[in-house]
């Protein structure tokens, strides 16, 4: 049966004996709302895939901001489907992406707001674990329970993560290369949580299971897709002349050499006295918004910079290790 396909680790292993005389089917129509995706990776340890999940029937999908989106990446859907994905945007606090693909009439899970979590209750993880599923091969699955319900604020400092928000934590080995950003759901195929990236206790070396629960991603979502939240640059006002714009030299930044068609916007060196180190930035650091606008580039930071006045305090947000930082540059009067 093809909704046994896939590696099932952690949990118990479903069976035709075992299962619910639904859960065969909860459990296919799951996979069908569950993509592959594959973009930056294959560097040391870094994997160049992940899992994501259908939101909508027009292809926006959900996703774990990370590495891999560090380029435009590609989805593949559950009959093998093949498509360039577009990152509509961000919200790097979750640890939450959506993309969009040219498609439409699709399956997918509804963000509900009503969906009862517990300690305790069962719960089906879904996604490309391991990179098992290349192409219309269905997601794995994998079966266990919400251990319990946990704040990852308490540890912070002990667990190198960006989100500090609860989380679902599960008794099931379901947060692998490949998982992240799967669908965590329940007996019933409703969504109740997106799977977390590979997450290590620096302590005591012990790897923590978890998922972000869909009710704390789901405002995020709907904001994305509406268009109130990381507005694509192009749809702010003109770019200006040069001697009016901001640049990186008015602020300071000096990047990284940009040598690739999407060189990230890491920062290699703060001149001192500059705006930017007057606000605390330092090297290393990767800018992930101007304002509310998605840098996914140094090309884009430097075009984004040209539509903001020299005279205007920019917003920046950068990412420092597993830190979100905010900062305001002032320019110098």
Do not use: C
Request: charged residues 20%; without cysteine.
């Amino acid at each position: 049966m093809t909704w046994l396909l896939g590696v099932l680790l952690g949990g118990a292993v479903l069976s035709p004996v075992t299962a619910q005389s639904t859960l065969p089917s909860v459990i296919r129509e799951s996979q069908q709302r569950v993509v592959k995706v594959y973009g930056a990776g294959g560097v040391a340890t870094l994997e160049g895939y992940q899992s994501g999940f259908l939101v909508s029937p027009e292809g926006h999908i959900a996703t774990a901001w990370s590495t891999v989106l560090d380029v435009e990446p590609v989805v593949v859907l559950d009959d093998g489907r093949r498509f360039d994905a577009e990152i509509v945007g961000f919200e790097p606090t979750l640890e939450l992406a959506v993309l969009k693909i040219d498609a439409d009439d699709l399956p997918f899970f509804k963000m509900q707001s009503d969906v009862p979590v517990r300690p305790a209750m069962t719960v089906l993880a879904v996604s490309n674990l391991f990179g098992i599923a290349a192409g219309n091969e269905p997601a794995s699955v994998m079966r266990g329970r919400v251990a319990t319900i946990a704040s990852l604020a308490a540890r912070r400092g002990t667990f190198e993560t960006a989100y500090t928000g609860d989380v679902l934590l599960l008794d099931l080995i379901a947060n692998n290369p490949g998982a992240a950003g799967g669908a965590l759901v329940d007996t019933q195929g409703r969504l109740i949580g997106m799977l977390g990236k590979e997450l290590r206790d620096a302590a005591t070396g012990v790897w923590v299971n978890y998922a972000v629960p869909a009710s704390s991603l789901r405002p995020a979502v709907g904001d994305i897709i509406a268009g109130r939240q990381s507005t694509p640059v192009a749809d702010q006002q003109p770019m200006l002349p040069r001697d009016e714009a901001h640049s990186l030299q008015t602020l300071g930044l000096v990047m990284v050499p940009d040598v690739l068609e999407k060189t990230p916007a890491f920062i290699d060196a703060v001149p001192a006295g500059t705006p930017a180190a007057n606000a605390g930035l330092r090297p290393d650091d990767l800018i992930l918004l101007i304002g509310e606008d998605r840098i996914d580039s140094q090309r884009t930071l430097k075009e984004t910079l040209r539509r903001l006045d020299r005279r205007d305090a920019v917003e920046v947000t950068v990412q420092r290790g597993s830190q979100i930082v905010p900062v305001t540059l002032t320019p110098a009067p």
